[in-house]
């Protein structure tokens, strides 16, 4: 019972509470630009996707430490979402900066990342591991594709896409030194087709 009021807390912390970040926010250092109207609009869709992709990620990894066998691809989990509450952090002051919101849908989300990630946990560790590496490598390339999106002047967005891109790296990284198997590659059009819906959706929404 301790267990799931604990994971139940960290769901709704996730989705409402605001987020707090140990390390010093990738933008800190940088003034912000004279950006226009449209460039502050097209800016915030963009960290809109980028924070939704967070908060699916925080879900992704509670589901897959929840059924994880073995202790270390635990560890590896749950470091992992430490960091992508970090991520959180900067994106979320970064739409309260570009005056926008976060995404609308987020409870929907959350509840089918988890179930996903509990899904893959139970599927097995190798399995496990190779969804996060596979989820990684494809968040790597949504962040990458951002910054060539954002507005050219707008420093400080694609000074947080710069670290949250070198933390996702780092993060299929460990996935793959853990052991994971790799996908096939039905599941990772299934992925790449279920993450063009949310993008396109928290982009607007």
């Not at 250092?29 to 908060?55: D, F, P, T, Y």
């Not at 073995?70 to 900066?97: F, G, K, M, S, V």
């Not at 710069?162 to 996702?168: L, S």
């Amino acid at each position: 019972m301790d267990k799931l009021i604990t994971e139940f807390d960290r769901a709704l912390r996730t989705v409402f509470a605001p987020a707090a970040s140990v390390r010093p926010h990738p933008d800190a250092h940088l003034h912000e630009a004279g950006l226009s109207v449209e460039e502050k609009r097209h800016a915030a869709g963009l960290m809109r996707v980028n924070h939704c992709g967070e908060v699916c990620a925080q879900a992704l990894y509670q589901g897959q430490a929840l059924t994880a066998r073995n202790p270390a691809t635990r560890e590896a989990l749950r470091q992992a979402a430490q960091e992508e509450t970090e991520h959180l952090a900067w994106t979320e002051r970064r739409l309260d900066e570009l005056g926008s919101h976060k995404s609308l849908l987020n409870p929907f989300w959350y509840a089918s990342s988890l179930a996903m990630g509990v899904t893959a946990g139970l599927i097995g560790d190798r399995w496990n591991l190779g969804f996060l590496a596979e989820t990684e490598r494809q968040v790597s390339e949504h962040l990458d594709s951002h910054l060539t999106l954002l507005p050219v002047d707008d420093a400080r967005s694609r000074a947080v896409v710069m670290q949250m891109f070198a933390d996702e790296t780092a993060h299929a990284e460990a996935a793959v030194e853990l052991g994971a198997a790799e996908l096939p590659a039905p599941a990772k059009a299934a992925m790449r087709a279920m993450s063009r819906v949310m993008t396109t959706l928290s982009y607007r929404l």
